[in-house]
């Protein structure tokens, strides 16, 4: 079944746009044109994903992530015109899973909207046999859905935590950006590596102590990453 999508954009046109382009593909969506109204349609009809602008008449954009996250793990992919690598960081750390930057494809945002779909259908199924993971001071339980650092919870988004999977299932290993954008987001458009670099920087802002002198996610530059065994 498609999921049911909330598109949250002030811009009539662009709403329109994404609109036409779901009701092509028979997917069911929701429209608001505000903050306001978008957190009630969040809150009354339960989405199953939201594509969500930053930049609305009544409240940033960051703001709605925050409220939603309050009560719900749902996925919410940023379409924004901004560019700068600080505003993608803030919503990412707000709670956002993707960041789209405007202008943007119609098939890229189905791509998207597919890829989610298919966390959607298969997070269980793909959980590794290994019910728990642990490097040093790490340790995932993917039974549980959950990662702890020296013994306390770390909050990930979902696609931060998809990430880290990706990086202990293959410790030792560099990964190339590609590989890592095809698992993640299914694809490699661009936008992918861009986005990919910086979900690292929030992934590793909350997984190393010294960021500039990392224990666990070590870069190759130009190639990839790679998560460290950790005596």
């Excluded at 709403?15 to 109204?37: C, P, V």
């Excluded at 309050?70 to 924004?80: D, G, K, Q, R, T």
């Amino acid at each position: 079944m498609n999921p049911l999508v909330l598109i949250v954009e002030d811009d009539a046109s662009i709403r329109n746009l994404i609109g036409t382009t779901l009701k092509a593909h028979n997917y069911k969506f929701l429209t608001a044109s505000d903050g306001e109204s978008a957190i009630y349609e969040a809150s009354t009809h339960n989405p199953d994903v939201i594509f969500l602008d930053l930049g609305l008449p009544d409240m940033d954009g960051t703001e709605i992530i925050k409220r939603v996250r309050s009560w719900s793990n749902l996925p919410i992919i940023v379409i924004s015109a901004r560019t700068e690598d600080n505003d993608k960081i803030e919503a990412l750390d707000a709670g956002a899973d993707d960041y789209l930057v405007k202008p943007f494809s119609v098939e890229e945002l189905l791509a998207r909207l597919r890829v989610v779909q298919r966390r959607l259908n298969s997070d269980q199924a793909s959980a590794p046999s290994e019910s728990v993971f642990v490097n040093g001071d790490l340790k995932v339980d993917y039974a549980a859905g959950c990662a702890y650092l020296k013994g306390e919870e770390l909050h990930l988004t979902p696609i931060e935590y998809k990430l880290l999977n990706l990086l202990c299932k293959n410790v030792g290993k560099v990964m190339t950006h590609t590989y890592i954008t095809q698992k993640i987001w299914g694809s490699s458009w661009d936008n992918d590596i861009a986005s990919l670099r910086v979900f690292m920087a929030t992934l590793r802002k909350k997984l190393e102590s010294k960021p500039g002198s990392p224990q666990y996610i070590q870069t190759h530059i130009g190639v990839g990453y790679r998560m460290m065994k950790v005596d």
